[in-house]
C-alpha cells in the first residue's frame, strides 16, 4: 500500500468533508490501513468530530504553520486505533495574516510532511470551505484531492472554481496533483433533483466519481455531538454503512 497524503477540499461549506475524512478515515482503519487526519479547518470539526477538545490538545496545525512545531509532536492519539490526529485551533483563522509575506509560505505543510513521508498509509488533510492559503498549503502538499460534492442544483458550478484552482496549482506547485475522485453525499433518493444532479454529474465526469454514494443520514449528524465517528456510533446506521462501503471502493482504487 502507497503513503498517500489527500486533501478533502471543495470551497463550498457544509458538503461533507469533515463527515468524510472522519468516517472514511475510521472505516478504513478498521481493515487496519494507518491513518492521519490532519485538521486544517479553524472550525475544528475534524478534532470535535473525534471527542478532542481545546483542553486535550496540546499543539495544533497552527503550530505546525506559525510557530515552527513539528508535525510529529502535534500529532495525537484519538479513540479510534490506528488513526492519527493533528487537532486544529481557532488561532489558525489567523494564520494566513501572520504569515505574510514568508517565503514558503504555501510550502509549510508540504515541508512538513516531507518528515513523516511513510509513516501512515494514509494522510487526510480536512480542509476549510475557502481556496484561501490553508486549503493552497494542503493542495502543495498532496498527491491527490478527494472531493466531497452534496447532489444539489449547482453543484458543478462550485467545482468549477475548485478544478481552476487545482489547474493553477499543478501548474505552479505541484505538477503531480491528481483528482482522486468525487463522492456525492447529502443525497436523498426521494428527491428528484438529486437524481438529476447524479445523472449530470456522472455524465460530466464520469468515471472520476465514486459509485458510492452517501445518503442523507441523521445518525451521520450526531455522531460528532458525541464525540464519535458514525461508524463507532452506529456501525449499523444507512449513513456508516455507506462510508464502510466507500472505503471498501477507495481501498480498491488504490490497490
Ligand atoms: N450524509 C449526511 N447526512 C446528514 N448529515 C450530514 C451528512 N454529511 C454531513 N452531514 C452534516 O452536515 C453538516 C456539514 O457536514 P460537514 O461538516 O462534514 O461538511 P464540511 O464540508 O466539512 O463543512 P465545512 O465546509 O463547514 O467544513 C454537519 O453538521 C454534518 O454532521
Ligand atoms: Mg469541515
Redesign the pocket.
Known sequence: MPYKVMS?A?????????????NLGTAMSAVSKTVLVIDL?P?R??ST?FGISTTDQKLTTYDVLVNGASIEEAVMPTNVPNLNLVPSSVDLSSAELELGEEPRRILKLRDNLQKIEGKYDFVMI????SLNLLTLNALAASRSVLV?L?AEFFALEGLSQLMLTIRKVRQSLNPKLKIEGIVL???DRRNNLSQQVETDVRENLGNLVYKTI???????????SFGLPAILYDHRST?SI?YQKFAAEFLRRNT
Open positions: 478533502l471543495n470551497q463550498k461549506g457544509g458538503v461533507g468533508k469533515t463527515t468524510t475524512a472522519i479547518d472550525q470539526n475534524a468530530g480536512d480542509c476549510p470551505p466531497p452534496q453525499t447529502m443525497f452517501i445518503p442523507r443520514n441523521v445518525r451521520l449528524s450526531e455522531a460528532p449513513g455507506a
